[in-house]
Nanobody, 118 residues
């Protein structure tokens, strides 16, 4: 399954963005989906994950500010981001999550770039 991300852009600190990704196949059979962030010059890491059962996983830096959701009927995964900070800058990717919330192998989309700057 491939994911196509959108919704990034330039935003001032304290602002909000809503990221979306659409899967090329049904996601109802994917146990856990997640959003990952790759800051400039750094490795990709999970910021938010969500299982079909509703279990969530958030990085400590975002858990009071970001909210992940999924729509299995529309094959979409959404990340609502509020209170954005400069450290949230990076390229955001959508993908499935491993059972231990690790970084999955395989193909990745192009991501969507978020730049938090005044």
């Amino acid at each position: 399954v491939q994911f196509v991300e959108s919704g990034g852009g330039l935003v001032q600190p304290g602002g909000s963005l809503k990221l979306s990704c659409v899967a090329t196949e049904r996601i109802s059979s994917i146990h856990a989906v997640a959003w990952y962030r790759q800051p400039p010059g750094k490795e990709r890491a999970l910021v938010a994950g969500l299982t079909n059962g509703g279990t969530t996983r958030y990085d400590d830096s975002v858990k009071t500010r970001f909210k992940i959701s999924r729509d299995n009927d529309k094959n979409t995964v959404t990340l609502e981001m509020t209170g954005l900070e400069p450290d949230d800058t990076g390229v955001y990717f959508c993908n499935y999550a491993t059972p231990t919330w690790g970084i999955p192998r395989g193909d990745w989309g192009q991501g969507t770039r978020v730049n938090v700057s005044s």
